[in-house]
């Protein structure tokens, strides 16, 4: 009690306001990092608002008789998104954290969790909504978004894959994994495609195959070459 916490925010777009919503501790300084001194035991919330899109975070600080962890050196850390974090994915060589949301890709620095770009339809994506993340035997990222299937060659140079285009069953795409064999296995809300290697695309629906239903809600291979599927109505092994 009296001590000193101090609470930090990355991400943040604009102003953020510090608010004391439960307990009765004292907020000291403003922006993005703040003093928080508790004045009593129990629970004390602390809430995080970036005003430019009303985003909140709040933090939970419990004060005991006894502190195990100095109040003197912890430093909390709140991350603001664009809201509902979807996929992660880490890089190959774990530098990079890939990080979907409702709202765009976020590129985050792994150790630290700093924002170091995002992507949103302006970028190249064809929707900001991201269901999905993978990376493939070259540590390139595909995304799934509502909207069809993003290959990433590099940060500046998107490759957006569309039923139209490369036949896929559906632009909505829902699960992303890699076969291990330099392929890429795509659930989608209307079938599952598989990418082979050499570049041909298959695709697996009711009609041609023994799927369960179309709508694929989750992928794992089996170890042994095999793909198990899940559906909004079953199981099916491939």
Known sequence: IGQQLTLSVSGATGEVIWTVINGNGQIVGSGNQVTYIPDQIGLGIVAAVDKANNNAKMVNITVIAT??????????????????????????????????????????????????????????????????????????????????????????????????????????????????????????????????????????????SELSDNWITSLLTDGDGGLWIGTEYGLAHY
């Open 67 to 208: 502190a195990v962890v100095s109040l003197e050196t912890a430093t909390w850390k709140v991350f603001t998104s664009r809201s509902w974090i979807t996929a992660l994915q880490l890089s190959a060589n774990r530098e990079t954290l890939w990080v979907g949301t409702d709202g765009g890709l976020e590129k985050r620095d792994a150790e630290t969790g700093e924002i170091k770009r995002v992507f949103m339809k302006s970028d190249g994506l064809p929707d900001n909504w991201v269901n999905a993340l993978t990376v493939d035997d070259n540590d390139k990222l595909w995304v799934g978004t509502d909207k069809g299937l993003v290959h990433f060659r590099t940060d500046d140079q998107l490759e957006v894959l569309k039923k139209d285009n490369y036949g896929l069953p559906s632009d909505v795409i829902k699960f992303l994994l890699t076969d291990g064999n330099g392929g890429l296995w795509v659930g989608t809300d209307s079938g599952l495609a598989h990418h082979h290697k050499d570049g041909l695309w298959e695709v697996f629906t009711t009609d041609n």
